[in-house]
């Protein structure tokens, strides 16, 4: 058998093949065949090549086959492992997956793999279906019946279309600080305590706070966003009423954009966020004084991924509130410093979808325009 498969290694052979041990190659099989090859040529027998490289000496017989017999790339490279055959079929594959997108056995809330694989047992000739075949199928068709993801599903109608591109438009409007663009959105936060004193980290030890808690209540938290400059402003409440409401569109007249002659406001289609509001906070003649300066925009129902606003909020609250937070003071105090720092560095967002986007994206579901019937046509069916 050794004297069979000889092993001569051409000069070009043996320099790549210690270029490839001395590389330390990812894959520790292709450098022990590298230095079985390299023994070989050096004439030790199999025996000794396989205590040293740490190999059966099936392992070398074989390395030194596939050279003689396909050369040197392919002694180098894994033979193809046909491995066992599937345990179900394509028809049982194609109905494992129609099994997991039905809906799950009465009294149950979900598809388990344990739950599949019985089910399988019923529906085919098999005795038993493991529940890790279960799971590979599954995986193989990328499908995870357990899990649901919440999802807010706008029917896109003439109404929906309109306002989207209404807001879109806006968006992508060159800037004018005669009429600005403010995004505006509301978030609640917890306001939570601690029970016992946070240890903080030291070298080589992470810090430690206590699982336990007190809950102070909540606050809420309105969010400003100018589309096309970098500033935001955030006021911290205890409630978001229409009353709440109304004093913010006061502070953007009054405070923040003054000279303005027509604020833009782009916000949802929340309860509180109507004209009306103003006239429950504010007497007739200044609620009356207050909307003339604004021009409210409302997004699609069940699109609030239209409103720029809500990227900002996610900015917060992965950089500022991600925490525990005790009381309203050390609310305003951080979140005001997190303002300021960010306005000062001038950051802002980029929005990319536009009206052109839109169009091309949500093509096929924008309504379809009812043809206009030829004005000789209903004179004739008029006459």
Known sequence: ????????????????????IARGCP??????????????????????????????????????????ELGL????????????PRKLTEREELLLVATACSDPPTGRARWTLELLADEMVRLTEHDHIAEETVR?????????????????????????VARMEDVLELYTTPADEAHPVISFDESPTQLIGEVRLPVPPQPGTAGRIDYEYVRNGTANLFVFVNVHQPWRHVKVTEQRTAVDFAHCMKDLVDIHYPEADKIRVVL????????GALYQAFPPEQARRILRRLELHFIPKHASGLNMVEIEIGVLAGQCLDRRIPDMETLKREVDAWTGRRNASGARIRWFFDLDRARQKLGRSYPLVAPIADSGDSLKAAA
Not at 2 to 14: A, F, G, I, P, Q
Not at 52 to 66: D, F, L, N, P
């Open 73 to 84: 790339e392919q002694a180098l490279s894994e033979e193809p492992r046909p491995g066992a």
């Open 268 to 275: 949802d289609n929340l309860s509180t966020h109507t004209p």
């Open 136 to 160: 590979r199928r599954l995986h193989d068709n990328e499908l995870k019946p357990w899990q649901h993801k919440m999802w807010c599903i706008p029917q896109v109608d003439s109404d929906f």
């Open 27 to 68: 894959k520790v099989r292709r450098v022990k065949r590298a230095q079985i090859l390299l023994a070989a040529d050096a004439g030790q027998s199999d025996e000794s090549i396989a205590l040293s490289v740490g190999v059966g000496t099936a392992t070398v017989y074989r390395t030194k086959r596939r050279f003689v």
């Open 1 to 20: 058998m050794n004297v069979r498969y000889r092993v001569t290694l051409s000069l070009e052979e043996r320099e790549a093949l210690r270029e490839l």
